[in-house]
């Protein structure tokens, strides 16, 4: 659906592919907004997973991690490390990105050439 709107943005046909550089631009923009809205919550699982409980036997929760992180490092503690995820996730999603295109297209085209001429099965003996 969405590379629908890019092809008619860039005026190409339905059978023409996507440019290179579009798909990277979208996968990295892609890539920038998906790590912003996730990563405070892969911050806090990180953090539950390495805590040591102790002897108070208080029930940690991604609500109260947050709540604590906020309260200490205010809101920017929810975002530490942030800069360097954006080092290697947005190329990550871009490249999978060209990499779904790439593949979404050859198989269209092997489809539609094993459609245009179907031989006679031969039958030896």
């Excluded at 990277?24 to 923009?29: E, I, N, Q």
């Excluded at 805590?51 to 530490?80: A, C, D, T, W």
Aim: glycine fraction near 6%.
């Amino acid at each position: 659906a969405e590379y629908m709107g890019i092809r008619d943005s860039w005026g190409l046909s339905s059978n023409q592919s996507i440019p290179l550089y579009v798909c990277l631009g979208t996968g990295v923009a892609s890539g920038v907004v998906a790590q912003f809205v996730t990563y405070p919550l892969h911050l806090v699982k990180r953090r539950l997973q390495v805590h040591v409980p102790n002897e108070s036997h208080v029930k940690y929760s991604i609500i109260k991690e947050m709540q604590n992180i906020h309260k200490k490092e205010g809101i920017r503690g929810l975002f530490k490390g942030f800069s360097l995820s954006l080092i290697k996730q947005p190329q990550s999603f871009a490249l999978t990105l060209v990499i779904n295109d790439y593949l979404k297209d050859y198989a269209a085209n092997r489809r539609e050439d094993q459609h245009e001429v179907q031989p006679d099965p031969v039958i030896y003996r």
